[in-house]
């Protein structure tokens, strides 16, 4: 997997949008790029992936650079219910599990 | 909304003795996994698991860690002989497909493990 690098920590102000950025400068041409958060007191969270084209679901964006070394994680309007520490992390194609950093702490001001 | 549940939430055990948390996952998935997150680090990777098999584990995973698929919903993990160190939140999770690259992985909500 490629090592990824992530800000330890952000603050947004509610229904501002935050950006929170990623590098995966090794990330070789066949692996996924995967976004999960961890809610206070509870498992990670399926946010969304990709491999090269950006993505779009009903929670959030994902940015990925034409290089693909770095990706963006895009969170339109934040909540205070999206305060959490939110993992990038890379897999290859036939990989059996995923690897979590210690991620970015997202802080939402009311 | 299909969830996956874990039990007990939280147990306590003193050092040397045996613990098995348990996990129902999503009824239609069939890739399983152990996570372990030791209090303020990061979530950490213990066992995949498929058709009754290991798919693949960590060094963390050792002798004393075992997984079992007992009957057709159950998802076990058991520690044979704890140590003070085993203290962490014990997440399940699961999923339709094997390879992470095709889709998500659901986790529980955590098993914490108190080992005195």
């Known amino acids: 997997d490629a090592k990824t690098t992530q800000p330890n920590s952000m603050e947004s102000n509610e229904e501002e949008p935050v950006h929170l950025p990623c590098n995966h400068s090794?990330?070789?041409?066949?692996?996924?790029i995967h976004w999960y958060r961890q809610l206070p007191s509870q498992g990670p969270e399926y946010v969304i992936h990709?491999?090269?084209s950006n993505v779009n679901n009903r929670m959030a964006s994902l940015a990925i650079a034409e290089d693909r070394k770095s990706s963006t994680l895009i969170l339109h309007r934040a909540t205070l219910r999206d305060a959490a520490v939110y993992y990038c992390?890379?897999?290859?194609?036939?990989?059996?599990?995923?690897?979590f950093g210690a991620g970015t702490t997202v802080t939402v001001r009311a | 909304e299909p969830e996956v549940t874990q039990t007990p939430s939280h147990q306590v055990t003193q050092m040397g003795q045996e613990v098995i948390l348990r996990c129902v996952p999503i009824?239609?998935?069939?890739?399983f996994y152990w996570y372990r997150q030791i209090l303020g680090q990061k979530v950490e990777f213990l066992v995949s698991?498929?058709?009754?098999?290991?798919?693949?584990k960590s060094e963390i995973f050792d002798d004393q860690f075992s997984v079992e698929r007992p009957d057709g919903s159950n998802f076990t993990l058991k520690i044979r002989s704890t140590k003070l160190e085993d203290s962490a939140m014990y997440f399940c999770?699961?999923?339709?497909?094997?390879?992470?690259?095709?889709?998500?992985?659901?986790f529980g909500e955590g098993s914490r493990l108190t080992v005195l």
């Open positions: 090794t990330i070789s041409g066949t692996d996924y």
């Open positions: 009824s239609n998935h069939l890739y």
């Open positions: 698991f498929y058709n009754n098999e290991i798919s693949e």
């Open positions: 992390t890379t897999s290859s194609i036939n990989d059996y599990k995923l690897s």
């Open positions: 999770a699961s999923s339709l497909r094997g390879f992470v690259s095709t889709g998500e992985l659901f």
């Open positions: 990709g491999l090269t």
